[in-house]
């Protein structure tokens, strides 16, 4: 276990969020293999499929995943506070709260997809494929569950190495069952499934057998499992922001994707490709946010209150500097990277997919600051505004399926995000200056 309470704040910062943006980078890694192989092996309608399916079930799966990075809070605040009695009660409520809302998604998610996505207006040639893929990806949530709540428990004590090998253990089996399973034994679209939720299944073990190996006094005893009273609401509540606020951004993101499935598969074709590599180059942003969520409930317990202040603004100085290297890298290499990607020289696919990466990278530099303030005021426990700055997304791009998208088609789709950017980053500078907790607290 590492306490982030010590030492120089970026320092510490950056070297906490290293571990989880390789983490981040092999997740991509993850979904890329999926998506190569799939386009390379099968066909661009399979690629496609996969790629209309992928904001529902990121959606769900990023819904629990928000739930237990809320639960991580607590039991950071804990720590922080060397409370290790409180934080092995939140660790015991956490399990019990995670897999009861992973087999109600799962109960859930499985009766309305075939409806949700023929509401999407996925188009016909790939809706067999899409649905084929989904079921069986959402059949997985329970892996999903084990995997996401280890790896933000061990965060929250310090340790953000673990999660890193055991998904890089994953990756690895991922690739071979991929290469198996779709060229091997020529299962098609479901074969590239079942080898993402196999090794989601792997990963997740792996962190649990290393808890119980070498973390054994955060494992809840036989006492811990009595939560107070407050406890179990105080986890819900903080669970249920987090969750909702990935989750909202996302509702807006379906209700964008309908959108862009009725300009046809080449369009959701190009958008697939534009947002792998969005998530690929938004990742040490992500990275850096997450660990300012340990980084500020972990001082916040300690009352270094001083010391969250100063974390808070390096971080954005670091997002600063990474969006500069990330322009140069986009507008350098990216139209190669994203033919390399859809396995294809199709111009209409390629030159919206640019267009998209050209547009959102530059504003980065909001992006960045709006990813700190909103982590950061989730781990000082406000928890409506951020949430309220979700919701804002998903308005405006409700608003833009509906009016801005229908008129400017896919470049419309390609300034809905940077619009919405801009609105949530001025509402959570606002917050954040009224909400910042004050004096030294040293």
């Known amino acids: 276990m590492k306490e982030l309470t010590k030492g120089k704040p970026w320092k510490v910062i950056l070297l906490f969020a290293i571990p989880i943006m390789c983490r981040s980078v092999f997740q991509q890694f993850y979904n890329f293999v999926d998506s190569k192989i799939v386009s390379t092996y099968i066909s661009t309608n399979a690629f496609a499929a996969v790629g209309a399916t992928t904001v529902v079930s990121n959606t769900i799966i990023g819904f629990l995943n928000g739930f237990t990075q809320g639960f991580a809070i607590s039991v950071a605040n804990s720590y922080g506070a060397r409370d290790y009695k409180r934080m092995r009660k939140y660790i015991a409520g956490a399990i019990v709260l995670a897999f009861s809302i992973a087999v109600i998604l799962t109960a859930v998610s499985h009766f309305f997809i075939d409806d949700?996505?023929?509401?999407?207006?996925?188009?016909?040639?790939?809706?067999?494929?899409?649905?084929?893929?989904?079921?069986?990806?959402?059949?997985?949530?329970?892996?999903?569950?084990?995997?996401?709540?280890?790896?933000?428990?061990?965060?929250?004590?310090?340790?953000?190495?673990?999660?890193?090998?055991?998904?890089?253990?994953?990756?690895?089996?991922?690739?071979?069952?991929?290469?198996?399973?779709?060229?091997?034994?020529?299962?098609?679209?479901?074969?590239?499934?079942?080898?993402?939720?196999?090794?989601?299944?792997?990963?997740?073990?792996?962190?649990?057998?290393?808890?119980?190996?070498?973390?054994?006094?955060?494992?809840?005893?036989?006492?811990?499992?009595?939560?107070?009273?407050?406890?179990?609401?105080?986890?819900?509540?903080?669970?249920?922001?987090?969750?909702?606020?990935?989750?909202?951004?996302?509702?807006?993101?379906?209700?964008?994707?309908?959108?862009?499935?009725?300009?046809?598969?080449?369009?959701?074709?190009?958008?697939?490709?534009?947002?792998?590599?969005?998530?690929?180059?938004?990742?040490?942003?992500?990275?850096?946010?997450?660990?300012?969520?340990?980084?500020?409930?972990?001082?916040?317990?300690?009352?270094?209150?001083?010391?969250?202040?100063?974390?808070?603004?390096?971080?954005?100085?670091m997002t600063m500097i990474t969006t500069t290297f990330l322009i140069f890298v986009c507008y350098t290499f990216g139209e190669g990277i994203l033919k390399w990607i859809t396995s294809t020289d199709d111009a209409t696919i390629i030159s919206a997919a640019v267009m998209y990466m050209k547009i959102s990278i530059v504003f980065f530099y909001v992006l960045g600051p709006l990813l700190i303030l909103r982590c950061a005021l989730q781990g000082m426990g406000h928890k409506i505004m951020p949430l309220f700055s979700s919701g804002m997304e998903m308005v405006v791009k409700i608003v833009s399926a509906n009016l801005i998208v229908p008129v400017f088609a896919y470049k419309g789709v390609a300034f809905t995000e940077p619009i919405s950017w801009i609105l949530m980053t001025i509402m959570l500078t606002v917050s954040y200056m009224i909400a910042r907790p004050k004096g030294d607290g040293e």
């Open 116 to 317: 949700l996505l023929r509401m999407l207006a996925t188009p016909e040639d790939i809706m067999e494929d899409a649905l084929a893929y989904v079921k069986i990806i959402l059949s997985g949530i329970i892996f999903s569950a084990v995997y996401n709540l280890c790896a933000n428990i061990l965060m929250s004590v310090g340790d953000s190495k673990t999660p890193l090998y055991c998904l890089i253990a994953a990756l690895v089996i991922n690739t071979g069952l991929d290469f198996l399973f779709v060229k091997g034994l020529s299962m098609g679209i479901k074969g590239a499934a079942y080898a993402t939720i196999i090794s989601q299944a792997i990963a997740g073990g792996l962190c649990v057998i290393y808890i119980f190996a070498r973390f054994k006094e955060i494992i809840p005893s036989k006492e811990d499992w009595r939560l107070e009273k407050k406890q179990y609401p105080e986890l819900f509540t903080t669970g249920l922001s987090m969750g909702l606020m990935g989750c909202i951004v996302n509702v807006g993101s379906i209700v964008l994707q309908n959108a862009i499935n009725k300009l046809g598969t080449a369009y959701v074709a190009a958008h697939t490709a534009a947002r792998k590599l969005f998530d690929m180059l938004t990742i040490l942003m992500f990275s850096i946010a997450v660990a300012i969520t340990t980084y500020v409930s972990q001082n916040m317990g300690a009352g270094k209150f001083a010391r969250v202040r100063q974390g808070i603004r390096q971080a954005i100085y």
